[in-house]
C-alpha cells in the first residue's frame, strides 16, 4: 500500500522503482519496529482447506483451518512432543456418561467463552453446531461441512440442550470410545452466520470461532493470514507469532525451493532428497513418531491370491524396511505393524515383522510359488501418491522386492480421488474384483482406536459399510471390539484394543511398510515449534 | 503463414507426374553437417531403444537403495543410478522406447489419418471440404498443450490415453496441410489431364496427387516429432503419461526432480535427453525443408 | 473493411459454440465419479446422494448441457466442487495471472525473436545467422519445464537473485508494477518466452531473408535508397504475418503455460487446471477449458481483424 502511495506521487519511472524498494524497506522495518512477528508456513496442499468450521483435506486439514480458528468440545493434547497427547477439556470442562444408561453424555460447557465476533459460546452454539453437519433440514445445513465431519462421528444419535452450559448427546449404543470423536467436531459462531445473510460462501471469507487464531485474509489457492487472537480462553495457549501466513505449495521441490530461498520460514514434508541442503543451510527438521501407516490393505475374498495367510506373512517379510527409511532421507520408522510398537494398543504378536527373506521365500515355497512360477497380483495405488511421502518410488521397491520372493506385482495407477472410490467401494465391488485388483496402498491415519483398528478389523464395518476394505472378520476380534465399546475402564480398554492388534498382526491384514514420521524444516529464524505425536499439531507453539 | 509458404515451396517443387525425387533428397540432406549429425544421433537413439534389451548394461528395473542416486561415472554405472538405485544408463536406454512410442505414434497416426482426411477434402471441395474445416477448426481453437492435457486429464493418465490425446491434437494440423497441399495439386494441368483421360478418383489421388502431397506434410510432420516428444514427456512429467515403473524419460525427468541438489547431473540427464532427440528432429526437419525446397 | 471485419465475426460464433460443446464433452470422457472430490473416503451413503442432486448430477446430460451453457453465457459457470466457491471468481483471477505471465513471455518472446530474427536474416548466410538460428531450434526444442528447474536452482537456490515460486510476496491478490513483484515474474517469464522466441526469430529470420531477395527490394536498392529505409520496407512487409504468429504463440502460451506454472507455483489458469484434474472437479475444468478457448478464439479474430489495418491487400483476399 505504502509503496503504491509513493509510486503515485513521482513521475520518473526509475525513481518510483527506488521509491517503491525504500517504501517496503520501510515497511519491514515498521513492522520490526511494531514488532509484528511473521511466520510464512509452506504447507504441502493444492488449497487452503475450507475455512467455514469443518476443514476439508483430511485430518492434516485440522490443523490449518480447523483447530486453530476452532475448538471441539473434547480436545486433543497437541503441544506436547515428549509422549502421545490425551484426550483435554476444550470447549466443554467435562464429560461423562449417565451411569443409568451410558449412551447418555453429559457435557459442561466453559462459562464466559466468546466468538471472534464476539457473540457468546453456550449451548446453542452447540446445538446449532450440531445441526449444521447432521440435519439436513436444517436451514443452516451445510452439506460440504457435513460431508467432511459425519463420517468422523458415527456414533451421535440425537443430542439436546439441558441448560444454558449444559448439553446431552446420546449414542446409537453403548460406545466408551466416543469422546475420541469429538476432537473432530468444531464449534462456529451461529451469529456471524446471521450477519453474513446465512452465505457460507461469504462466511469461508469471515470466520468466527474460538480459536487462538482469527482469520485476517483469504486468497483461495494462495494464501490465508492467521493473525493472534489475544483474547483466546487458554492463555497456556496463546500464539507465540502475531502473524501466521499459510501458502500452499503442492509440489515438494517448490515448497523446499521456497524455503531455502526464503520465501517462507518454514515447510511440511520436505523432499528427502534436498535434507543435507537444509542441514548446510542451518535449517533444523523436526519430526516425531506419528499415528500413520503406509500399508497395502490385502483382499482376503476368494479369488485373491492373497487368501492365503502364508503368502501375506512371506509379503510381510520380504520388505527391507531398513532401505525405505533410507529412501525417505531417515523421516520414516519401520513398521511392526497397524501401530508404533510403543503404543499401549500394539500389545504381543507372535508374527513378527521383518526383513527376512528366507523365511519369505520358504513361505512362498509352501504355498507353492516361487520366483519361476511367480503369484500374481493386482495393486491399486495413487497417481501423485498419498499426500505423503515418495509413494512412487516407494512402490516401485516393492514390487522389486516382492518379485524376488515370487509375487509378481501389476500397478494399476489412479489419482487420488479416484482411489479413494475404489476404497470407500471395498474390495469385493465390480471395479475392484471385477478388474483383478485385490490390494490397494493408501497412507491410513491410526491416531485413536477407532481410526487405528476397528474400522479396518469390525467385521461389521466391511466396505461398503465402512472401510474394512477386504472383507476381514475374526470372531474373536468382533467379539473384543464389542467388549472395548462397553468398557469405560481405560486399562482394560487398552488391554482388549492390544488383543486386536494383536491379532491383526497375526492374521498379517496388511503389509505393513513404515510409519510416517510428518517432518517439517523450520529456517534458523523459526526457534520454537512443538510437534506433538499426532496428525493435530498446534500451531499457537510456533514463535521465533 | 510460414508454414503454408513452405508448402507452396514444397508442393511447386514436387509438382511433377513421377519423378524419382527421393534419392537426390537424401544425398543432398547428408551434405549438411547439422541434418547429417541428427540423422546419426536418432540413429543412435533409435537404434539403442530398439536393442534395449542387448545393449543396455544392466536391468533397468533392478533396485537397490545401497545404491541409489550415485554419480555419473561411477564404477559400473558410467551414468550414474536412480532415486532407488537402478542404473541410469540403461534406464534412459530403454526410457527411449517408451518416450520415442509417445513421440513418434501421434504423429504417424495423425499424419495417416490427417493426410488421409485433407486428400479427401481438398479433392473434394466444395460443401465437403467446408463442413471438414470447420469441424477442425472446433479443434484448431484449442491451444495444443491445453487441448492434450485436458484429454489425458479427462480419460485419466496412461500410455493409451496420452498418445490418443496427442493424436487428436495433432490430426487439425495435418489436415490443414494436407488440404492445402491437395487444393493446389488439383488445379495442375496434369491431374486435370488424367481425369480428362478417365482415370479413377482412386486411381488420381493414389497416383498423381497423393505423392505430391505426401512430401510437404512428411516434413511438416517431422517438425512435429519433436513437439510431440516434448509434449508427451510433459504429460508424465505432469502424472498423466506412463506409468511406474516404465522406464520414460518425463517421467524419469519428475521422479528425479527433488535429487537435484544431491546429484544434479544425474537429475538434469532425463531431460538432456528430450532435448538433444526434440532438437535431432527439429533439424531433420529442417533439413528437410531445405533440401525439398532446393530441389525446385 | 467492415463487411470483412463482420464477417470474420459471424465466422467466429459458430467455433465458439463448437468450442462449448467440446469442452462440456470433454470431460463426460471420463472414468471416475467427481462426487469423490466432495465427499470425503468414508462419507455414507445419503450425504453423498444429497450432494449428488445438488450439484445436478443426476439430470440428462444434453439438459445438463444446455442448462450450463445457458448459465456460461450469463457469466455463471456454476461452483467448483472441490471448494464451492463460484468458478468464474476462481477463473478471473487465474486468468488475470496466467495473461500477465504469458503476456510478459510473449512480448519478451516477440521482441527478441524479432530483433534476432531480423538480424539474422538481413545478414542471411553469416555467422549471426548461424549464431541465431542455433539459438532458435534450441529454443524450440528444450523442454521448458526443465529448463524452469534448471533456472531455479541456479538463479534462486544457489545464487539467491531471484524467488522460487508465487506471484508476489502478498499473493496475486494485490498485484503491483514493483520490483517485489516484478522479481517474482523474472524466471517464469524467461522460462516461458524461450517458445516464441524461438519460433518467432525463425519465422522472422525466414521472412526477412526472403524478402531481402525479392525484386523490390533490389529495385530499392538500385534506386539508391539507405539501408534503414529498405528495412523498413522489409518490416511493413514483413509485420502481417509476424502479427499473426505473435497472436498465435500468446494464445498458445496462455494454453500452454500448465507445466511452466507447475514448476513455479504460479497462480494461473494452468495450476487451477491441473489442480481440477486430480480433484476431477469438473465444474471448474470446464471453466478453465472454456474461457481459456474462448480467449484463443478471440486473439485469432482479433488478429484476422487487425492483419488487413497492416496490409489492406488482404481484405481482397
Not at chain 1, 513492522?31 to 509484528?36: R, T
Not at chain 1, 507353492?368 to 515418495?390: D, E, F, N, R, V
Not at chain 1, 467388549?483 to 492374521?507: N, S
Not at chain 3, 467466429?12 to 463426460?28: D, K
Request: glycine share 8%.
Amino acid at each position: 500500500m505504502v509503496s503504491n502511495k509513493a509510486g503515485q506521487l513521482t513521475v520518473n519511472r526509475w525513481r518510483r522503482a527506488l521509491q517503491g524498494l525504500a517504501a517496503l524497506v520501510l515497511v519491514t522495518a515498521c513492522s520490526m519496529a511494531h514488532g509484528e512477528s511473521l511466520v510464512r508456513y509452506g504447507i504441502s496442499m493444492a488449497d487452503i482447506p475450507l475455512t467455514t468450521g469443518q476443514p476439508d483435506k483430511g485430518a492434516g486439514g485440522y490443523q490449518f483451518t480447523g483447530h486453530t480458528l476452532y475448538d471441539p468440545l473434547v480436545a486433543w493434547e497437541a503441544n506436547i512432543a515428549s509422549r502421545p497427547g490425551k484426550l483435554i477439556p476444550g470447549l466443554a470442562t467435562e464429560w461423562k456418561p449417565d451411569p443409568q444408561d451410558p449412551r447418555n453424555w453429559r457435557f459442561k460447557l466453559r462459562h464466559g467463552v466468546k466468538f471472534h465476533d464476539g457473540s457468546e459460546f453456550n449451548a446453542d452454539a452447540v446445538i446449532w453446531n450440531l445441526q449444521k453437519v447432521l440435519e439436513t433440514k436444517a436451514p443452516q445445513f451445510d452439506a460440504k461441512q457435513s460431508a467432511q465431519v459425519r463420517p468422523r462421528i458415527p456414533s451421535i444419535l440425537r443430542y439436546r440442550k439441558v441448560d444454558d452450559y449444559t448439553v446431552e448427546i446420546t449414542t446409537k449404543e453403548i460406545d466408551a470410545l466416543f469422546p475420541f470423536q469429538l476432537p473432530w467436531f468444531l464449534i462456529g459462531s451461529p451469529a456471524q452466520w446471521e450477519k453474513l445473510g446465512h452465505d457460507w460462501a461469504k462466511v469461508a471469507l469471515q470466520p468466527s470461532g474460538t480459536g487462538p487464531f482469527r482469520l485476517d485474509r483469504l486468497v483461495p489457492r494462495e494464501r490465508a493470514e492467521l493473525v493472534r487472537n489475544p483474547a483466546y480462553w487458554d492463555k497456556t495457549r496463546l500464539a507465540k507469532v502475531d502473524r501466521l501466513v499459510l501458502l500452499p505449495i503442492p509440489d515438494a521441490l517448490t515448497r523446499a525451493n521456497a524455503l531455502l530461498n526464503g520465501q517462507v520460514d518454514m515447510i511440511e514434508t520436505p523432499p528427502p532428497d534436498v535434507l543435507p541442503q537444509f542441514a548446510a543451510s542451518g535449517f533444523r527438521v523436526v519430526q516425531n513418531v506419528t499415528p500413520h501407516v503406509w500399508p497395502y490393505h490385502f483382499s482376503t475374498y476368494p479369488g485373491s491370491p492373497w487368501t492365503d495367510l502364508r503368502v501375506r506373512k512371506a509379503a510381510n517379510l520380504a520388505i527391507d524396511r531398513a532401505a525405505i527409511v533410507k529412501l525417505l532421507g531417515g523421516l520414516a520408522s519401520p513398521a511392526k505393524g497397524q501401530l508404533d510398537a510403543n503404543s499401549p494398543w500394539f500389545g504381543k504378536p507372535s508374527f513378527e515383522i521383518k526383513y527376512d527373506l528366507a523365511a519369505a521365500k520358504a513361505l512362498m515355497t509352501q504355498a507353492g510359488y516361487s520366483k519361476a512360477k511367480p503369484l500374481k497380483a493386482k495393486i491399486l495405488i495413487a497417481q501423485g501418491g498419498t499426500g505423503q511421502m515418495l509413494s512412487l518410488p516407494m512402490n516401485e521397491f516393492i514390487q522389486q522386492s516382492l518379485a524376488e520372493v515370487g509375487i509378481q506385482v501389476e500397478f494399476e495407477v489412479v489419482e487420488l480421488e479416484n482411489l479413494y472410490l475404489h476404497w470407500r467401494n471395498g474390495a469385493k465391488a465390480d471395479m475392484n474384483a471385477g478388474k483383478g485388483i485385490t490390494a490397494i496402498n493408501l497412507g491410513y491415519v491410526t491416531a485413536d482406536p477407532f481410526y487405528a483398528l476397528t474400522r479396518f478389523a469390525y467385521s461389521k464395518y466391511v466396505a461398503p459399510n465402512g472401510v474394512n476394505w477386504g472383507g476381514y472378520s475374526n470372531p474373536k476380534v468382533d467379539d473384543a471390539i464389542d467388549q472395548v465399546k462397553a468398557t469405560f475402564d481405560p486399562k482394560a480398554q487398552d488391554r482388549l484394543l492390544a488383543f486386536v492388534h494383536q491379532q491383526m498382526v497375526d492374521d498379517a491384514l496388511m503389509l505393513w511398510v513404515v510409519h510416517d514420521t510428518n517432518p517439517h524444516v523450520l529456517s534458523p529464524k523459526v526457534k520454537q515449534y512443538v510437534q506433538a505425536q499426532h496428525w493435530f499439531q498446534d500451531l499457537t507453539t510456533i514463535g521465533l | 503463414m510460414t508454414v503454408l509458404a513452405t508448402v507452396q515451396a514444397g508442393v511447386l517443387a514436387t509438382a511433377r507426374p513421377a519423378v524419382h525425387w527421393r534419392h537426390s533428397l537424401i544425398a543432398r540432406l547428408l551434405a549438411s553437417p547439422a541434418s547429417a549429425g541428427s540423422l546419426l544421433l536418432l540413429t543412435l537413439i533409435v537404434g539403442g531403444a530398439l536393442l534395449a534389451p542387448w545393449v543396455a548394461p544392466a536391468d533397468p528395473y533392478q533396485a537397490s537403495m545401497l545404491r541409489r542416486l550415485l554419480p555419473v561415472g561411477s564404477p559400473g554405472f558410467p551414468l550414474g543410478t536412480d532415486e532407488i538405485g537402478r542404473d541410469m544408463l540403461s534406464r534412459l536406454i530403454w526410457g527411449g522406447r517408451l518416450s520415442l512410442l509417445m513421440g513418434v505414434t501421434p504423429v504417424a497416426l495423425a499424419f495417416g489419418i490427417g493426410t488421409a482426411i485433407g486428400l479427401v477434402a481438398g479433392y473434394a471441395g466444395g460443401w465437403l471440404n467446408t463442413l471438414v474445416m470447420r469441424v477442425l477448426d472446433v479443434f484448431y481453437a484449442f491451444p495444443s498443450v491445453l487441448l492434450a492435457v485436458a484429454v489425458t486429464g479427462a480419460l485419466g493418465p496412461g500410455l493409451n490415453n496420452s498418445i490418443l490425446a496427442l493424436t487428436l491434437v495433432f490430426i487439425p494440423q495435418v489436415v490443414r496441410i494436407a488440404e492445402s497441399a491437395t487444393t493446389q495439386v488439383r488445379r495442375l494441368e496434369y491431374v486435370d489431364a488424367a481425369r480428362i483421360s478417365g482415370a479413377s478418383t482412386i486411381a488420381i489421388l493414389w497416383q498423381h496427387v497423393l505423392g505430391n502431397v505426401l512430401g510437404p506434410v512428411f516434413v511438416y510432420a517431422t517438425g512435429l516429432v519433436s513437439v510431440s516428444m516434448i509434449l508427451a514427456s510433459g504429460l508424465s512429467f505432469l502424472g498423466l503419461g506412463v506409468r511406474p515403473p516404465e522406464a520414460e524419460w518425463g517421467l524419469m525427468l519428475n521422479t528425479l526432480r527433488s535429487a537435484i541438489y544431491l546429484n544434479p547431473a544425474v537429475a538434469a540427464l532425463p531431460g538432456a535427453l528430450i532435448f538433444l532427440t526434440s532438437m535431432a528432429f527439429n533439424l531433420l526437419a529442417d533439413g528437410l525443408r531445405s533440401a525439398l525446397e532446393r530441389q525446385g | 473493411m467492415l463487411m470483412f471485419v463482420l464477417r470474420r465475426l459471424l465466422y467466429a460464433v459458430p467455433i465458439a459454440l463448437g468450442v462449448t460443446v467440446v469442452s462440456f464433452l470433454l470431460v463426460y470422457l471420463a472414468p471416475g465419479d467427481p462426487l469423490n472430490a466432495i465427499a470425503p473416503a468414508d462419507a455414507p451413503a445419503e450425504v453423498i446422494e444429497a450432494l449428488k442432486v445438488s450439484y445436478g448430477l443426476d439430470r440428462p446430460l444434453p439438459v445438463r448441457y444446455l442448462l450450463w451453457l445457458q448459465r456460461a453465457v450469463q457469466g455463471d459457470l456454476g461452483a467448483s466442487i472441490a471448494t464451492g466457491r463460484p468458478v468464474s471468481g476462481e477463473v478471473r483471477s487465474a486468468v488475470g495471472n496466467t495473461l500477465l505471465l504469458a503476456g510478459v513471455a510473449a512480448a519478451l518472446g516477440v521482441l527478441v525473436g524479432c530483433l534476432a530474427g531480423a538480424v539474422a536474416g538481413y545478414h542471411a548466410g553469416g555467422p549471426l545467422d548461424r549464431l541465431v538460428t542455433a539459438l532458435s531450434v534450441v529454443g524450440v526444442s528444450v523442454p521448458h519445464y526443465w529448463l524452469g528447474l534448471v533456472l531455479t536452482i541456479v538463479f534462486s537456490v544457489r545464487l539467491g537473485w531471484l524467488p522460487a515460486m508465487g506471484a508476489g510476496p502478498g499473493g496475486s491478490a494485490d498485484w503491483l508494477w514493483d520490483g517485489d513483484h516484478l522479481r517474482h515474474l523474472v524466471l517464469p517469464a524467461l522460462t516461458l518466452c524461450v517458445i516464441p522466441l524461438g519460433i518467432l526469430s525463425r519465422t522472422v529470420r525466414a521472412l526477412v531473408a526472403d524478402l531481402m531477395q525479392r525484386e523490390f527490394v533490389l529495385a530499392l536498392r538500385a534506386r539508391g535508397l539507405g539501408e534503414a529505409a529498405i528495412l523498413r520496407h522489409v518490416a511493413r512487409n514483413a509485420a502481417p504475418t509476424v502479427l499473426a504468429v505473435a497472436g498465435l504463440q500468446l494464445g498458445y502460451l496462455m494454453g500452454g503455460s500448465i507445466l511452466v506454472e507447475t514448476v513455479f507455483a504460479w497462480p494461473g489458469t494452468g495450476f487451477l487446471l491441473n489442480t481440477a484434474i486430480f480433484q476431477r472437479d469438473i465444474p471448474l475444468l470446464q471453466g478453465v477449458l472454456l474461457v481459456l478457448c474462448l480467449i484463443f478464439v478471440g486473439l485469432n479474430l482479433l488478429v484476422d481483424v487487425l492483419q488487413p489495418v497492416l496490409d489492406p491487400r488482404m481484405v481482397r483476399q
